[in-house]
């Protein structure tokens, strides 16, 4: 009964040990002792509603870990967990740093490592286990890095205190606040020990008031986080790890500066005080490729604000570093880059329609000519309608703007001038951009120079599909496509179209496919593949609406003459 009774009693001391253990790993207490965080564990972490990667956590962290270890700039605080290896002994023993910063050494008694790094934290270890031990050897290693609060204030989305640990760095801690909030600085973010701040400081922070003054005294206490430069650069020291009692501060974004034109990365950026030519050529991503060193210039605002003046630089001496050529810059600067003229410019046209491999080709402009291209191309198909074939010449935008036309626009049609009307017409007919070239001669004798032009950058060649039919419309008795027959004229195709039909007139006209000219039939020497001929129908006449308008006009005549009489 005596064995039972201190069998329940250990496994009871058992786990009220293990529960205490575990309630001091997942809490702790805020500086001010009013505030406890818990930690979560892996498990209950992952059922916060957020979705991650899986492994992606691991490794990150496993990066971070290295990155930071390597660095040597993670200190040793109180929470941080060792695994200590004892020559002679089988296990590592995990061993916490307690609150003074102390660490206990099996058979080596207390080591005061808090607030070194681990390479001098290693080197304290080893020196204190070997004065007491002197046989043997002693490994350390990190095997969980402490949790701390962070204080971060200013433009977030949720402002406070925030937990965090040695492997996190600033960008993340913002993430875990909700992001930066709307106009706030991405490159004048600041990191101080909150015992560097007075009381007066403090108070400020706490407060919300970081204005630029709190900012400015703060400058040579602190670290500028720069995370514009970070996402380009990767740079760790625009990005530093937390360290325990950190106090981030986000102030809103004030002065801008301006990459624009043969920059890879053309936009607007925060202006920090210090700033030089190769931070905002940094900033856009270096220059393009067409970029023209000897053709970048700052434009920079005078005094008043009002103009900007003009200041050359060097920009590939000072993307070589040269403190020369690296000026300093001022708010509002803009940085101006030309292009190299010519750089890499189109010089491609377009084939569409009937040959074998329709697409684009590159041409030397204003020396390949229409028919090499077509030849490139594998020449015209079996199906290529040669009459209908054209190329548009690409117009630029002053070109293809007639001030004319869009005033004639603006006038009622019935208020139009003759010559106005004749200029509509004009207009409206013609094809923009069309060349004068005759396919069908250029097929027939390719040394000639006057069909065989030379093409540019942008041209278009059109080689339609040959339908071998000629349309036949209006007042035909069965309008539509009639096969083409060589020798034809218009009243056969009329003919093979059921002949003319219910109100039909002898008035036929004839649409060139070529051209889309109307001509009248008798005008016609042959019809080609492609001719639209047109019946019209006889107009619909009001015989009584006529015999009254005369009858009308007979009346007032004969009143006017018997006025005259009598």
């Given at each position: ?294 053709k970048a210039f700052l434009l920079r605002y ?111 049609p019935a208020a139009w001038s003759e010559e ?147």
């Open positions: 009964m005596r064995i039972r009774t201190i069998c329940v009693a250990i496994l009871v001391a058992t786990s009220i040990q293990l529960i205490a253990q575990e309630t001091r790993d997942r809490s702790f207490s805020l500086p001010d002792g009013k505030t406890v965080i818990e930690l979560l564990p892996p498990e209950e972490a992952a059922d916060d509603g957020q979705s991650t990667i899986p492994g992606s956590d691991l490794l990150i962290g496993m990066e971070a870990f290295r990155e930071v270890l390597r660095s040597g700039d993670y200190l040793v605080g109180p929470g941080d967990k060792f695994l200590i290896h004892v020559s002679g002994r089988e296990e590592p023993t995990e061993v916490p740093v307690l609150a003074e910063g102390g660490l206990f050494i099996p058979m080596a008694g207390r080591a005061q490592i808090g607030g070194l790094n681990l390479r001098q934290a290693r080197a304290v270890v080893d020196s204190v286990f070997r004065r007491q031990v002197q046989v043997g050897a002693v490994t350390i290693e990190l095997s969980q890095p402490r949790r701390f609060p962070v204080s971060i204030v200013g433009l977030v989305e949720r402002p406070g205190v925030v937990e965090g640990s040695g492997v996190e760095r600033v960008s993340e801690l913002i993430n875990k606040a909700g992001g930066l909030a709307e106009g706030a600085s991405m490159r004048n973010i600041y990191v101080v020990q909150a015992s560097e701040l007075s009381p007066l400081e403090m108070a400020q922070v706490r407060r919300g008031l970081q204005d630029d003054s709190l900012v400015e005294r703060l400058a040579d206490r602190s670290k500028r986080v720069d995370l514009s430069l970070y996402e380009v650069t990767g740079e760790s020291s625009l990005n530093p790890f937390l360290i325990d009692g950190d106090v981030v501060i986000v102030p809103s974004r004030r002065f801008i500066l301006r990459a624009m034109e043969a920059v890879r990365r053309s936009d607007t950026y925060e202006y920090v005080a210090g700033d030089r030519l190769s931070d905002l050529v940094a900033l856009a991503m270096g220059p393009a490729a067409h970029y023209d060193g000897s005078t005094e008043g604000g009002t103009q900007q003046v003009r200041i050359g630089v060097d920009l590939d001496a000072a993307i070589a570093g040269a403190s020369g050529a690296d000026v300093d810059l001022e708010p509002g600067d803009w940085l101006i880059v030309r292009s190299r003229p010519d750089f890499q410019q189109q010089s491609t046209v377009r084939l569409i329609g009937q040959v074998e491999y329709p697409g684009f080709y590159v041409i030397d402009d204003g020396v390949t000519r229409l028919r090499e291209v077509i030849d490139q191309a594998g020449g015209i198909t079996e199906l290529a309608s040669l009459p209908k074939a054209r190329i548009t010449r690409q117009l630029e935008d002053d070109e293809q703007r007639d001030p004319e036309f869009d005033r004639i626009l603006t006038i009622p106005e009307k004749q200029y509509f017409n004009m207009r409206s007919r013609e094809k923009r951009g069309q060349m004068v070239v005759d396919f069908v001669a250029l097929f027939a004798d390719s040394e000639d120079a006057t069909q065989n032009i030379p093409v540019r950058p942008g041209d278009v060649i059109v080689i339609p599909s040959s339908l071998r039919t000629v349309l036949v419309s209006g007042r035909a008795a069965f309008p539509g496509a009639v096969p083409f027959e060589p020798g034809f004229t218009v009243a056969d195709y009329i003919e093979r179209a059921g002949g003319f039909g219910w109100r039909a007139s002898r008035d036929v006209r004839v649409i060139k496919a070529r051209t889309g000219e109307i001509l009248e039939s008798v005008d016609i020497d042959q019809v080609e593949p492609g001719d639209n001929i047109w019946i019209k129908e006889k107009p619909v006449r009001d015989y009584w609406l006529g015999f009254t308008q005369v009858m009308t006009v007979a009346g007032q005549l004969a009143t006017v003459i018997l006025l005259f009489r009598f």
